[in-house]
T-cell receptor, first 114, second 112 residues
Framework: DTEVTQTPKHLVMGMTNKKSLKCEQH?????MYWYKQKAKKPPELMFV???????INESVPSRFSPECPNSSLLNLHLHALQPEDSALYLC?????????????FGPGTRLTVL | DAKTTQPNSMESNEEEPVHLPCNHS???????IHWYRQLPSQGPEYVIH???SNVNNRMASLAIAEDRKSSTLILHRATLRDAAVYYC?????????????FGKGTLLTVNP
């Protein structure tokens, strides 16, 4: 299984809602990532988890809260988002957190904040 | 962070080779050169990476200049499915800050 799965595919939420994005991989990878991609822009790194511990937070607002409950699963909890947070949220994983391991990306969750 | 420079767009014909250039004149000795591509409406996909020597895999070849200040991704026979944005990215070796920092990339159009 060389796949990273993300659910849901699409999500529409209001600014007062709380929702979660889910990402799963069964490749035995120990590093997992969240990226944000606005329309017609390149992906931007948000968070990195290595061995279930948060290694990098790219100064992301606290309304985004990541969680890595085990080595296969990565969540992104959303609360009080703004319309400008509407974007494609991509999850990725790699064997280890290093400069030479390739990252495998999921198809993304397209988020719309009303 | 070391930066890369790529052409905004390139065009190719189906079944012809494609050479996608990338300049990275400020590369340091331990930086890896990674290439990813993103097809329309999909997440990015790993293509290839290398450090000093040329690399080949089933998708492409990576030719790295001797001084490492530039590299070229080679698709040997372009297909319509290769139409995508191609990103050339440097990842720092050593230390603990390994980030894929995507630039604007090169939009490759493949003509039938």
């Amino acid at each position: 299984d060389t796949e990273v799965t993300q659910t849901p595919k699409h999500l529409v939420m209001g600014m007062t809602n709380k929702k979660s994005l889910k990402c799963e991989q069964h490749m035995g990878h120990r590093a997992m990532y969240w990226y944000k991609q606005k329309a017609k822009k390149p992906p931007e790194l948000m968070f990195v988890y290595s061995y279930e511990k948060l290694s990098i937070n790219e100064s992301v607002p606290s309304r985004f809260s990541p969680e890595c409950p085990n080595s296969s699963l990565l969540n992104l909890h959303l609360h009080a988002l703004q319309p400008e947070d509407s974007a494609l949220y991509l999850c990725a994983s790699s064997q280890h957190y290093s400069s030479y391991n390739e990252q495998f990306f999921g198809p993304g969750t397209r988020l719309t904040v009303l | 962070d070391a930066k890369t420079t790529q052409p905004n767009s390139m065009e190719s014909n189906e079944e012809e080779p494609v050479h996608l250039p990338c300049n990275h004149s400020t590369i340091s000795g331990t930086d890896y050169i990674h290439w990813y591509r993103q097809l329309p409406s999909q997440g990015p996909e790993y293509v290839i990476h290398g450090l000093t020597s040329n690399v080949n895999n089933r998708m492409a070849s990576l030719a790295i200049a001797e001084d490492r200040k530039s590299s070229t991704l080679i698709l040997h026979r372009a297909t319509l499915r290769d139409a995508a944005v191609y990103y050339c990215i440097l990842m720092k070796g050593g230390g603990s800050n390994y980030k894929l920092t995507f630039g604007k990339g090169t939009l490759l159009t493949v003509n039938p």
